[in-house]
């Protein structure tokens, strides 16, 4: 975490989206529920990283994740920022309002 949060304040996004994937892929099968800070952080900042990248396809798939396990909107909100930018910067801007008004 530390790693990609350095990288990210570097706008060294692409070591940082590879730092933050690395300590996704170690994380225990129920992370989510016994490191649930974590998790939300490592997400949360993975989808923010592969945004820069333009990883738009990854960023939804992260922030679907993000979405469905977390347990209160203020911990969704950093995500759904990240892809309502993606969806814009994809040129998806109906899905963009859609998720904004939402």
Do not use: P
Not at 1 to 7: C, I, W
Not at 75 to 94: M, R
Request: proline share 0%; with cysteine.
């Amino acid at each position: 975490l530390r790693a990609g949060e350095k990288a990210m304040s570097l706008a060294t996004f692409l070591a940082s989206a590879s730092y933050l994937k690395a300590g996704i892929d170690v994380l225990c099968d129920n992370h989510w529920k016994r490191h649930y800070d974590l998790s939300l952080q490592l997400h949360s900042l993975y989808a923010e990283a592969e945004y820069c990248n333009g990883h738009f396809q990854e960023v939804g798939r992260v922030t679907g994740i993000v979405i469905k396990q977390a347990t209160l909107f203020e911990n969704k909100f950093c995500v759904y920022v990240a892809l309502i930018k993606s969806l814009t910067s994809g040129n998806k801007l109906k899905d963009a309002v859609d998720l904004g008004t939402n």
